[in-house]
Each structure stands twice: as structure tokens, then as C-alpha cells.
């Protein structure tokens, strides 16, 4: 169970769970990596990743063959470029919410649809260490995910989760949900999102999933066909361990 294999999990439906870093460590991605947890997914979107640090997290997570995944700031070629060839597992992909934007995504991470631009010294190819055909082969493990968080993607869903080279449907429960015009995850039209949109990533053999602020949510919004999870964030998890052991001190 590692990098090679994690497309493949995630195709299967096996529960995955993971997490987004926002703290820019690899240190943390090596506590992870001893973790739990199935993978874990460097937040470049909202967080201070400069192109160094996130290099330096990639390396640590092949070096302990534990899956990576980059959510790229906006989907350019260039950015999703530089994070694959650092050697990350795969791209999510934020704000997606048209067919035209999901083959772009597709194309700018497969060679085989053109929009990859190839570099034998990298780490992702072995830096030069590996023929040319086995390190094109290996694209076959390159998870590809499109977020679902505006209105205009629910209503296009079915032709975006049928884009060939997008493995994974996303949805973003908070943007989601702000795009609705709730400041809040609670409404009806929020849960029908997710209920159509599992619906076309079922259709279309995709891993469906979501974000969520913690294990007890996963297992609710797993009756909508959600099969991998991205649980809060290292900042959640230690505010949560901070506060529960400050209130053990503070109840003497
Ligand atoms: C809260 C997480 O960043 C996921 C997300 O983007 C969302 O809109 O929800």
C-alpha cells in the first residue's frame, strides 16, 4: 500500500483517508507518512507553499512511499507541471465548474492528451536514472481531481466527471455552500449537489469525496457514495489536542 498502487485503491472504493497540510514541513509529512492515514494533500491553494518547501515534502513522501497529493493554487500548466515533476502522486484541482476547464486539468497532467512537457532529470523520472518508456508509463499512476465548488460545476457535472484522464470528483463543501449563498453546510440544495454529483462520479466509474471537519462527518457523507476523505488539516487536529488537554488542566 503506497504510491503505485493508490490509483488503484482509490478506483476500488476503498475508505481513504487523508488530510490537507497547510503548514509547509516535511517533517510533519514524515509524521504523517507514519500515520494512519492513506495519504495526505499539500494545500498550495491556501497555504504558504513556496516551490522549496513543497520540493522538500514531495521528497520526503517518496522516500517512504507514502501517496502525495498537491491541491494546486490555480490549475495553470505551469503549476501543475512544476508539482508533478517534484514527483507528487497527484493534483487537485480547485474550482472547476466546466467541461472545457476538466479536459485542460486532464490535458496539463497526462503526456498522452499533450499538455505535459517532459524532463527525464526530475524526481519524478528518476532523475535520468530510467529509460524514457517506463517513466511515460508511469503517468497510468497519476491521480488527476477536479473540486466541485461553484453552482456552474454542479450544473455540468455529468459532463465533467466523464472527461477521460479525471479520475476524482471533489466537492468542496465550504465554497460550495458559500456559492449557494449560505454562509453555512446545512442546506437542501447543498445535499442535492452532492447527491448529483455522486451520482455522475458513480456513472463515470470516479472516486467520489470530500472534505470534512472529522471522522464522524466522513461516515455520514459516506451515504452519498463518498469513498475518500480529506479530515480538517494538521491546524484543526493540533488546536483540538491543544484545547481537550488544556481543559483537562483548566477543570482542576
Ligand atoms: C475547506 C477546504 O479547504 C475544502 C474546500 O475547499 C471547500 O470549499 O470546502
Not at 516535511?26 to 509524521?31: F, N, S, T
Not at 500515520?35 to 517512504?64: G, K, N
Not at 517513466?135 to 499512476?141: K, R
Request: glycine share 10%; aromatic share 8%; hydrophobic share 45%.
Amino acid at each position: 500500500m503506497g504510491i503505485a498502487d493508490f490509483k488503484q485503491r482509490m478506483a476500488s472504493g476503498a475508505p481513504l483517508a487523508g488530510t490537507f497540510l497547510k503548514t509547509a514541513s516535511h517533517e510533519l509529512v514524515e509524521i504523517f507518512a507514519r500515520s494512519e492515514l492513506d495519504f495526505i494533500c499539500l494545500d498550495a491553494e491556501h497555504a504558504p507553499f513556496d516551490r522549496a518547501r513543497m520540493d522538500a515534502c514531495v521528497a520526503v513522501s517518496r522516500a517512504l512511499d507514502f501517496p502525495v497529493l498537491v491541491r494546486v493554487a490555480d490549475g495553470s500548466a505551469k503549476e501543475i507541471l512544476q508539482a508533478l515533476d517534484m514527483g507528487a502522486t497527484g493534483i487537485v484541482c480547485p474550482h472547476v465548474d466546466s467541461v472545457q476547464k476538466a479536459q485542460e486539468l486532464a490535458k496539463n497532467c497526462h503526456f498522452g492528451l499533450g499538455g505535459r512537457g517532459f524532463a527525464g532529470s526530475t524526481r519524478w523520472a528518476g532523475f535520468a536514472t530510467r529509460p524514457m518508456p517506463e517513466v511515460l508509463a508511469q503517468t497510468d499512476q497519476t491521480v488527476v481531481i477536479a473540486q466541485i465548488e461553484e453552482p456552474a460545476g454542479v450544473e455540468d457535472i455529468e459532463g465533467i466527471a466523464s472527461v477521460e484522464g479525471v479520475d476524482g470528483i471533489f466537492i468542496g463543501p465550504a465554497d460550495l455552500s458559500v456559492g449557494y449563498g449560505y454562509n453555512h453546510q446545512t442546506s437542501d440544495e447543498l445535499f442535492a449537489a452532492f447527491e448529483r454529483c455522486g451520482a455522475a462520479a458513480k456513472a463515470n466509474g470516479k472516486t467520489y469525496m470530500s472534505w470534512v471537519p472529522n471522522g464522524a462527518k466522513a461516515k455520514e457523507w459516506s451515504k452519498y457514495g463518498m469513498s475518500m476523505f480529506f479530515i480538517g488539516s494538521e491546524h484543526s487536529w493540533m488546536l483540538r489536542g491543544a484545547n481537550a488537554d488544556a481543559a483537562g488542566v483548566h477543570e482542576i
